[in-house]
């Protein structure tokens, strides 16, 4: 496994009072830390923690923040507030928050209950990576915050003024909402935040987008299926699925979209498909990994049919040959369903699907390289019998021009199917109501203060950017005018996917970052 040969030859630094200034990196013992991580990941792992189901993580924070004799609480909602005393003679120096959020989008393609099943964690120190078992979702997004944060409270090997740990339910999307429900004063307090919930290494963030989401819902109409019909399924699975902000530009395939199309055009051919049941996707802020649909037509056109889907799928894989592997897409026959939906709530489906826009819109003008907007088509759940159907959508922005446009085209869709549209928060369509995320302040410091003591620690220059990722540092930028936040954390690859893994290396190395930069806060040192 990759190691720091030049942080063993550096010189201990005598940690008092009178420590000097970091001109030369913090020396820390990086396989010590790289295990006290790993041994808490592995036991956080064991807690089922899915988005709108954290219960269980907020008791096992709140028995952890308590055994290690901190102050500790945890609020109506569940978020957990933890304060560490500074290391004795640094008591006046700046608080400091170290925070991250203990939900993780739960995703699993082999049939597994996320919300009771531990994860199975792999090491693989040959490779250098931590990941699952490859049917499930690591949870190193926001785990590796977590557990960072952990060793930080816990370590006597370096300095630091007051710390405050706060770890948030439901940043993935979940409900009820974190940080809408917590206290300011848990935040407002403190001089500078530490959000450990960033996914590439070297990189400090300072500005995220923001979230909206839009949900229709489609009153059903069932009926029994008519006679002389055939029945089909459409299975597409094994995808890449992954971040709907951070990975939304790296041409993924959405599932839901795909099954879709082979319904629509099916449709634009004359078939008058009637939906079964059209089901897909695993939570609002993650790509659509799988989807599955059960249709009916009449007898006549199930050679046509067959015809264009064998050339539908051949499509598909000369589009995806790049940047999908592994996955199945298969269309074949099937027992026909007792019910199905009425041709025309049938139609209104496929083709509310078909109208809805997803990934990549504008690009930002301001961080090169950056997506300013997109859209995530993010769940379906349809089935013959129920009286209605959510579809749910989702947009990132960080600029408002685009989002109001968007606003009135979901609008528009909305009327123009009949269906009604319900969105995340009271009045979004009002510009003044758009929340564009969170930029850096003029004047801040902290991320060239991070930059620096990265460089010291690590050896390797750090850069400060924005993601066009949801961050919650959003809304904590909102609750205080002075204080000074970033976002940073290791690199963690295919997140919210069954792909998802976080590099070793970059583990601890972040970790040792970040107590270097408390350091030089305790010190008074803070550019």
Known sequence: MKRTLALAAALTLTLTAAAPSYAEPLVLDNDAMYAYMLDEFLQLAEVPRGSSHTEKATEYLTAWGIDHGFETVADEVGNVRIDVPATEGYEEAPLTILQAHMDMVAVSDDGRDMLVSPITVVVDEEKGIISSDGHTSLGADDGIGIVSAMFLATSQDYHHGPLRLIFTINEEGGSPSGTGNMDHAWVTDA??????????????????????????????????????????????SGLMGGHSGVDIDLNRANAIKAVDYCMAFANY??????????????GGTAIPSLASAVIVFAEEYAEEFEAEMAETIRLFAQQFDRTEAGYSFIVEKTDLPEQVLSLETSATVIDLVAALEDGVNTISQRYKGIVETSFNMGTINVAAGAESATIRESMRLSSRWPTMLANMQFSAIGRAFGVELVTRSEDPFNPANINVG??????????????RCFKEYTGDDCVVTAVHGGLECADFAAWSDTIQIISVGPTVNFPHSTSEHVEIYTTYQTCGAIAQTLSCLAEGITE
């Open 269 to 282: 051919k004359g078939m008058n498909v009637q939906i079964a049941s059209f089901t897909g996707g695993t």
């Open 191 to 236: 001089n500078y935040l530490i959000n450990i919930d960033s996914e590439d290494y070297a990189t400090c963030t300072v500005s995220a987008c923001g979230f909206n989401s839009y949900s229709y819902n489609v009153p059903l109409v069932t009926e029994a299926v008519p006679e002389g019909y055939v029945a089909y399924a459409i299975n597409l």
């Open 438 to 451: 969170w930029e850096e302040r003029e004047g801040d410091t902290i991320a060239r203060l991070y930059a």
